[in-house]
């Protein structure tokens, strides 16, 4: 039988997963284990759930236990369900629940970097992505135009932050990722890289950048696409570290696209022509 539990006081314990601590201490919450992260929206919760992660408690509107949210919340007996009408649920979150519902669930061990590349062709690296909706964003584009798995360096947003796992609609949970240690990049994950077979394409407005559609680019049976920060781009020093730089053709006097769009743009070129 489901635990259902009305929210009557605002202070329990128990919410403080959804009302009162951040995203940083979500993360560190249960050192030295992995933490915890908030999924949004059946959809996302769905799909982390498939991937292995455990529900440790569900935060949902009344009326949508009678639908999809419901349908999730009673595969898991044990796991308490918290909720109230949206206008109570608001109060207590300071935001509008998108589709009614939250869930507190815990992280798993991220894999090492060799294991993500062991059979992998194409591979996104993200250099200190800030913002978690680019970091969501690509995630998608990635899941859906035929990228094998995502590389983080330790500046970037966590993927499984709430507004990232949203934007990607969950593909965070699809698509294999795992981060550089903090001293890793550039040195160690270039060497880790080409150990293993890939050439590197930086995403760069540089003089001696090729076109994205190169002959000799597209017939590379492994790539990793380094995608750079919003603003500043990649550092020199990873341009200068790669087997390719690559720009995308533009019109209009357009000089650059957001990190999210350009992402988009290269996964279906580079990826399209895969052996």
């Known amino acids: ?18 009302a009162r601590l951040s995203e940083v201490q979500l993360l560190r919450a249960c050192e030295p284990n992995p933490g915890l992260f908030i999924a949004e929206s ?20 009344e009326q949508e236990l009678k639908g999809l949210a419901g349908e999730i919340t009673e595969r898991f007996t044990e796991v308490p369900v ?13 935001f509008a629940l998108t589709r009614g519902m939250l869930c507190a669930m815990k992280r798993k061990e991220l894999p090492s970097v060799e294991a993500i590349c062991a059979e992998a062709q194409r591979i996104v690296i993200l250099e200190d992505v800030v913002n978690p909706t680019n970091v969501g964003a690509i995630f998608r584009s990635a899941a859906a135009l035929n990228m094998d798995a995502v590389l983080l360096t330790a500046g970037c947003s966590d993927p ?38 890939f050439k590197t394409v930086s995403m760069a407005l540089c003089e001696d950048s090729v076109n994205i559609d190169d002959s000799e680019l597209q017939a590379e049976k492994k790539l990793a696409v380094i995608m750079g920060t ?19 053709p533009m019109s ?19 990826g399209k022509r895969r052996k």
């Open 42 to 61: 059946p959809r996302v919760i769905e799909r982390a759930i498939q991937a292995g992660y455990d529900p440790v408690s569900f935060l949902a509107e």
């Open 252 to 270: 209009h006097q357009v000089d650059s696209l957001n990190v999210a769009a350009a992402s988009a743009v290269a996964f279906w070129e580079l």
């Open 82 to 94: 918290y909720t109230a009408t949206q206008d109570v649920l608001t109060q207590l979150t300071g």
């Open 230 to 248: 919003e603003g500043d781009g990649l550092a020199s020093d990873t341009i200068a570290g790669c087997d390719y730089t690559v720009r995308i």
């Open 160 to 197: 499984l932050y709430r507004r990232a796992a949203r934007v990607s609609m969950g593909t965070v949970f699809q698509i294999p990722w795992t981060k550089f240690g903090k001293k890793d990049w550039p040195e160690k994950g270039m060497k880790c890289l080409a150990d293993r077979g």
């Open 1 to 18: 039988m489901q635990k259902i539990i009305e929210i009557k006081d605002f202070q329990s314990p128990e919410l403080d997963v959804y």
